[in-house]
């Protein structure tokens, strides 16, 4: 799947004649290593957001929205399910359409043909900069007067609005570069989702038990009755080389009695390997891919390899199964 989705990328580049400079995605599998290599031999700089920072492609998401139903308009309104033939149509369409939010209401097609327009953008655009990098500094002189941090805690799931967002760990700040904090292990977050705080955390000595997500008394039980399966299914990754459709890694559990002791760590059967995925989130990875594709499963990209991990256990239908993205 990424080198489909690189090689397809090229190959729109080279027959419309343009390469960006740079390129923004989510974190699909689709858009890993194998893509992130052949776009930087084109001298592309390849961004993925952070998965903390959910705005941080929302315009971007928002206009691909809008084509979306544009073009869903287009094709109920022609009666055909030829998408493909109707997207010159509709994108013509979308740089007509008036712009209010950043463009004060002039259609993106005319931006190109007017040097007015595209220097008052460029100084608005160097306001923005400017701005982010005022409020990067103030970050940083905060993160390194108090030399720890908390780090946010994961904001993909719902949570109870009275619950904390940081971390009980109190990190020590190696470095502030930019927009990102590296702690002690040399991990980077970005430094606008660190809280700076004193080395002690006098304050509030960090959240109780009763703040913390779920029930980490069912949360620790579940983490020590499955940690042999965890350990598996790490191995099993790791012998595969990337990523496994979920479905792959549930028949390879399968004979380590995987459904007995889902059901006694009291997972929720009606998706139980993801369920027991998500009880170690430092480890795992899903990806489900927007359309509604099936979910593969992948290591966590900062995971340590072990010094020394059993090789994975050949699953009833043999370890070269489908559901590896190469």
Known sequence: MPLEVANAFADIATRAGYRPRSVTTDQGAEFGPAFQTILEKEDIQVQQKDPYDVNAIATLDNAIGNFKKALARDCRSNRTDNWAARIGKVTAGQNNLPNDDYLDGVCPAR????????????????????????????????????????????????????????????????????????????????????????????????????????????????RAELAELKDEAEAFLRGRGGPALLSVLAVHLAPLGFVAKAKAAGLNMKSATAAFLRVYPETFRIDTPENGGTSRVSLQSDVPAPAAHPVARASASGSSGSGLAR
């Open 111 to 222: 931006v190109a043909t007017s040097p007015e327009l595209i220097d008052y953008l460029q100084k608005k655009n160097a306001g923005f900069d400017s701005h982010n990098v005022e409020q990067m500094d103030k970050r940083k002189e905060k993160l390194e007067g108090t030399g720890h941090f908390r780090k946010m805690v994961s904001a993909m799931k719902f949570t109870r609005g009275w619950k904390p967002k940081w971390s009980a760990e109190i990190h020590a700040v190696r470095g502030v570069s930019g927009a990102h904090v590296s702690d002690e292990t040399g991990k980077q977050s970005l430094s606008k989702f660190a809280q700076p705080v004193p080395a002690d955390s006098t304050e509030d000595h960090g959240p109780r038990v009763i703040e913390h997500r779920g029930s980490k008394l069912t949360e620790s039980k579940q």
